[in-house]
């Protein structure tokens, strides 16, 4: 049986100086519209899976809730591809704070970055939330080893909600930041503390994916990848630890590394 995540397409493979036909797995890409009170508000292309979680993490990320209690209802058209949203109290998206646009699954092209709303809902990092080095090193083989979509397909990304000793829930999809929306939805549907938890990541970590993180409320991203250089100039000024290219028992601490605890067993003066 297929799944959200994937569906099976006859190939044509070339290896070992021979051409085989079979069957391989395929990430699915779905455009999904969010309709906000019958007001269209962005069409994004996911992952057909916990789309409820995608849609509220995306309008808290964006500005437009605060709490999952802010919304009336919510009910997804798959077939059709609509996400309807009513709030409990109704308000007209100002188009000077949001702009229309079509958020593509491709890096890096699919959004302008700091928008107002960027701006108001950005939070400062005042926590003093810790990791080990080898907690570090755990956490990121946790997410990779559960990371069965990307195994099968090479074409999601992958993001965990953690605490320093393990993992509390994993996303996926073909949009790095929507695997961070549908953790936020998730968390504001179930009153999460989350000043106490990081984010085990498996892409780029862009100024999009920082802002995210720090709209959370969290101060400790791990990636197996790189930051970019206007993600880190925020993370310095939000006070987010950027942690990257965890690979084997290698890794790079970009910004704040005093909540990387074991530093100084290793002699790295901080």
């Known amino acids: 049986m297929e799944s959200f995540v994937t569906r099976k397409q006859k190939i044509v493979k070339y290896r070992d100086d021979r ?3 079979l069957d391989d797995e395929v990430a699915v890409e ?3 519209t969010i ?3 019958g007001q269209e508000f962005a069409t994004m292309v996911c992952t057909p899976t916990h789309l409820e979680e995608l849609v509220i993490g995306f309008l808290a990320s964006e500005g437009l809730i605060r709490s999952s209690k802010e919304i009336k209802t919510i009910s997804i058209d798959e ?3 609509f996400a309807y949203v009513e709030l409990v109290t109704k308000q007209s998206i100002q188009k000077e704070f949001y702009a229309k646009r079509f958020i593509g699954s491709c890096c890096g092209k699919s959004r302008q970055f700091y928008f107002y709303n960027d701006m108001k809902t950005a939070k400062t990092i005042v926590h003093s939330t810790s990791v ?3 907690q570090c090193f755990r956490l990121m083989r946790l997410l990779q080893e559960s990371s069965t979509d990307f195994q099968a397909t090479g074409g999601v990304h992958n ?3 953690c605490t320093p000793n393990d993992l509390v829930i994993v996303r996926s999809d073909i949009g790095r930041h ?3 929306d549908k953790i936020y939805g998730y968390c504001l549907q179930h009153d999460l503390l989350l000043s106490d938890k990081l984010i085990a990541f498996s892409g780029r970590v862009s100024s999009e994916v920082l802002l995210k993180v720090s709209k959370m409320g969290i101060g400790i991203i791990l990636s197996k990848s790189a930051p970019t250089t206007l993600a880190l100039e925020l993370a310095n000024d939000l006070g987010i630890t950027i942690v990257g290219f965890i690979r084997g028992h290698t890794f790079n ?3 704040h590394p005093n909540k990387i605890t074991g530093l100084q067993e290793k002699n790295i003066v901080i």
Do not use: I, M, Q
């Open 253 to 255: 601490v970009y910004t």
């Open 79 to 81: 077939h059709r591809g």
């Open 19 to 21: 051409f085989e036909e």
């Open 132 to 134: 080990h080095v080898e």
């Open 35 to 37: 309709v906000v009170d």
């Open 30 to 32: 779905f455009p999904l």
């Open 159 to 161: 993001a965990a909600l």
């Open 178 to 180: 929507n695997t961070l």
